[in-house]
């Protein structure tokens, strides 16, 4: 497992208060930086920082993807989406970190394994423990794919693959229900690209959960890719 630092320190910056790791390559992948501020002497949106008159800039939402201690002034558009985040950090992440059993497959190997796969504390990796054990970078995953189990009374476990992105999770209770992950990464060290196929071992319902929170994760992840 990697031994990547945990230390954090308190920082000020002109927006407020922020928890960040004492060194900064160890940024969560989840993590957005501050943006630059618009010249001017109205009030600042701490996330898209532009400019705006104190009723359309009043509300202070908490902001933990720009790692700040409290709440900060955000505009009415940004507030919606920080407010919709906070499911993921409030729950997602607890069950990303928790973790889930998988049958694992690396590359065309005909030889699976049952691990338990977790999000590591620092949010940078994947860890895979069973009778072996290795780690995924999150950084280093260029493609992910959630493998559906969709059920109607004529048909009965047609397994499909639905693009992590385009696709919409459906919860407990509906016709589809994720039950497993394909992922393309190129190990540390390496730029060979590598396939990793998990399918969900004996806890289906504790494997769906972490899939559809992964579902969740990697839209953070390409969205701050993209910034």
Not at 126 to 139: Q, T, Y
Not at 167 to 187: T, W
């Amino acid at each position: 497992m990697s031994t990547v630092p945990d230390g954090k320190k308190l920082v000020r910056s002109p927006s407020g208060l922020r928890m960040v790791p004492e060194n900064g390559a160890f940024n969560s992948p989840f993590s957005l930086d501050e943006p630059q501020w618009v010249p001017d002497k109205e009030h600042h949106c701490r996330r898209c920082g532009r400019c705006f008159c104190d009723k359309c800039c009043s509300k202070k939402v908490a902001l933990p993807r720009m790692c700040f201690v409290d709440p900060v002034r955000q505009c009415g558009e940004c507030s919606l989406v920080s407010q919709k985040e906070m499911e993921f950090y409030d729950k997602q992440l607890k069950v990303l970190m928790g973790g889930g059993s998988f049958i694992v497959t690396l590359g065309t190997s005909k030889m699976s394994e049952t691990m338990m796969c977790r999000l590591s504390n620092n949010h940078r990796y994947l860890f895979f423990d069973g009778e072996s054990h290795f780690e995924v970078e999150l950084s280093r995953i260029s493609s992910m794919q959630v493998l559906t189990e969709e059920s109607t009374p004529e048909e009965n476990d047609i397994h499909t693959y639905t693009s992590l992105l385009d696709s919409q999770y459906i919860s407990e209770g509906g016709n589809s229900r994720a039950s497993g992950m394909l992922l393309h990464y190129k190990p540390t060290g390496s730029q060979d690209p590598q396939q990793l196929r998990m399918e969900a071992a004996d806890d289906k319902k504790t494997a769906s959960s972490w899939l559809a929170a992964m579902h969740k994760a990697a839209k953070l992840l390409y969205e701050a890719r993209d910034r």
